[in-house]
């Protein structure tokens, strides 16, 4: 049987922690770099930023400064305040957590088109997580020589709470998001929010289960250093997986066949993309060797916005009707000329 509170089985598990912590810190270093390009569209102002994008990149970059600080605590080599440093990636790891759960919630108000019955509740229940989330950073560290900053106390039961009412939360949000979406209707919806179904699907699986390890870990509270071991994997797949359905969604209505949008303090708003008016205006000059020239300036053909249809966030049609180019009316814009 081990003797998992022994000093040589924490420094064991310690020194697993150590390498461990690196190989995850390499994976999301890569996450980050082969999807920058997308965060400096908006820094570089060639995307239109909107506030649902700021719980994204908090998302993003709490994460990665939490990671870079327990880089940090794991290599340093001189005494500091391991105190510190640890309260500091506590509370940037714990905020990546709570702000993933959001960027999912934001959605899910969105389906709904923000109904009072569904904001309200979600809001409350996003700020009795955010207040599990700062408990949470209540744990001690301290500089051990030649050994560096170690873990020599944490609130398992506190943090156990925290990850299951993570789970908790998710599983609300899938839920509130599937039963709108399955509706008798579902012939009529778009492609996009199929993917919306099928991405909300693939994150609560995924965070899930990586929270599922997290909480076992918690709950059998092994020795100091076991019973976190798992949070941070849990942190890194929950913001992975959260951003990912963020830049999917965003690229999807930019260059699919639908406008992703934020109308009215929507989160997100389906409209065709015919939905302008008059198109510019074309100038033609014509000239011939006499230097007499004419110029003629033209319109295009407006779009009649009311023969195609408009979606609200659930895929459902709000105005207009189905396109029909069989049940137009007949114009008489080509009708010969009385005789």
Known sequence: ???????????????????????????????????IDFDWEYIS?????????????????CLLFA????????????EIDCQALYTFNQCFGNAAIGLASINLSL???????????????????????????????????SWVPEVGCVIVETDSKLLAATFIYSMAFDFTVLTLTAYKLVQPNAGNRSRLVGL??????????????????ATTFMLLNLNP????????????????VACRIVRRLSNFTTHGAEMFGSTQGS????????SKGLHPKVSTKVSNKEGVHVQME??????????????????????????DPESQAISGEFKRPPY
């Not at 693939?202 to 390890?213: C, G, H, P, R």
């Not at 249809?309 to 709000?318: F, H, Q």
């Open 298 to 323: 033209t319109f295009e053909s407006p779009i009649d916005k009311a023969g195609y249809p408009e979606y609200d966030a659930a895929g459902n049609v709000i105005s207009g009707e189905a396109y």
């Open 196 to 213: 919306i179904f099928q991405d909300g699907l693939i994150y609560f699986i995924l965070a899930f289960l990586s929270n599922l390890v």
């Open 267 to 274: 989160t997100i708003a389906f409209r065709s993309n015919l």
């Open 225 to 240: 250093v076991m019973s976190i071991i798992a949070n941070v994997p849990a942190a890194i797949v929950s913001t992975i």
């Open 45 to 61: 102002g060639r995307r239109k930023f909107r506030w649902p994008m700021i719980f994204y990149f908090l998302n993003r970059y």
């Open 1 to 35: 049987m081990v003797d998992w509170l022994s000093p040589t089985e924490i420094a064991k598990d310690a020194k697993a922690f150590d390498r461990f912590m690196h190989a995850l810190l390499g994976v999301y270093i890569w996450e980050w770099v082969v999807s």
């Open 107 to 141: 959605r899910t108000m969105a389906v709904w088109s923000r109904k009072w019955y569904i904001v309200f509740p979600l809001v409350a229940i996003i700020l009795a997580h955010w207040s599990l989330l700062l408990h949470g950073i209540l744990l001690k560290a």
């Open 67 to 78: 990671l870079v600080g327990i880089a940090i605590a794991l290599n340093v080599t001189e």
